[in-house]
């Protein structure tokens, strides 16, 4: 039996633009093809359009053509606290492209960004399984409240980003876009 690799050799990671509305909305329709993809794509725009100071958006370009997309944004803490928290909330691929690494390099180079800007944790609501891969863990998950109720509780994880610990749980919000109890 012959297994067939694809390797992606010539693509670019970088911020994308707001001209970039319409193929991101594609990207998440199709790497979502159920209801959710519409909720995704409009979360990802959102963060785009209306919140470029606060948050990171990267995407992953073939061809000049979008074939993957990642957000961060900060979270916000009830009371005052020195440590930096952001969540990766959303992360698409093209189904084209699933499991041939794209993922991956969005994910690494998101955390290699928010490790050079000082950012302490990480969190994530998704597939532990993917997740996993990079040091996420529902334990270290179990430091950070989320805002509403989990739907699916085992998919909340976190990973330090550095030697800085918490002394206590963090109850915390988010910008606007992610403060949708229908996400949780």
Same mark, same amino acid.
């Given at each position: 039996?012959?297994?067939?690799?694809?390797?992606?050799?010539?693509?670019?990671?970088?911020?994308?633009?707001?001209?970039?509305?319409?193929? !991101? #909305?594609? /990207?998440?329709? *199709?790497?979502?093809?159920?209801?959710?993809?519409?909720?995704?794509?409009?979360?990802?725009?959102? $963060?785009?359009?209306?919140?470029?100071?606060?948050?990171?958006?990267?995407?992953?370009?073939?061809?000049?053509?979008?074939?993957?997309?990642?957000?961060?944004?900060?979270?916000?803490?009830?009371?005052?606290?020195?440590?930096?928290?952001?969540?990766?909330?959303?992360?698409?691929?093209?189904?084209?492209?699933?499991?041939?690494?794209?993922?991956?390099?969005?994910?690494?180079?998101? !955390? #290699?960004? /928010?490790?050079? *800007?000082?950012?302490?944790?990480?969190?994530?609501?998704?597939?532990?399984?993917?997740?996993?891969? $990079?040091?996420?863990?529902?334990?270290?998950?179990?430091?950070?409240?989320?805002?509403?109720?989990?739907?699916?509780?085992?998919?909340?994880?976190?990973?330090?980003?550095?030697?800085?610990?918490?002394?206590?749980?963090?109850?915390?919000?988010?910008?606007?876009?992610?403060?949708?109890?229908?996400?949780?």
């Amino acid at each position: 039996m012959r297994y067939r690799y694809i390797v992606i050799v010539n693509y670019l990671i970088k911020e994308p633009s707001q001209d970039n509305v319409l193929e !991101l #909305n594609e /990207l998440y329709l *199709n790497a979502f093809p159920d209801n959710e993809g519409e909720a995704v794509s409009r979360l990802a725009i959102d $963060f785009l359009i209306n919140y470029p100071e606060d948050s990171i958006s990267m995407a992953c370009f073939v061809d000049k053509k979008i074939i993957g997309h990642i957000t961060f944004s900060q979270m916000i803490s009830e009371k005052p606290i020195d440590h930096k928290v952001f969540i990766l909330a959303p992360l698409a691929v093209s189904q084209e492209f699933q499991g041939k690494g794209v993922g991956t390099k969005l994910v690494n180079e998101g !955390l #290699n960004y /928010l490790i050079k *800007n000082e950012v302490d944790t990480v969190c994530v609501y998704g597939d532990p399984n993917f997740y996993s891969r $990079f040091g996420f863990t529902k334990s270290k998950g179990k430091d950070f409240v989320p805002p509403y109720k989990l739907s699916m509780p085992a998919g909340w994880q976190a990973k330090s980003l550095s030697d800085n610990r918490l002394k206590e749980q963090f109850r915390f919000s988010c910008i606007e876009p992610l403060m949708n109890e229908n996400l949780w």
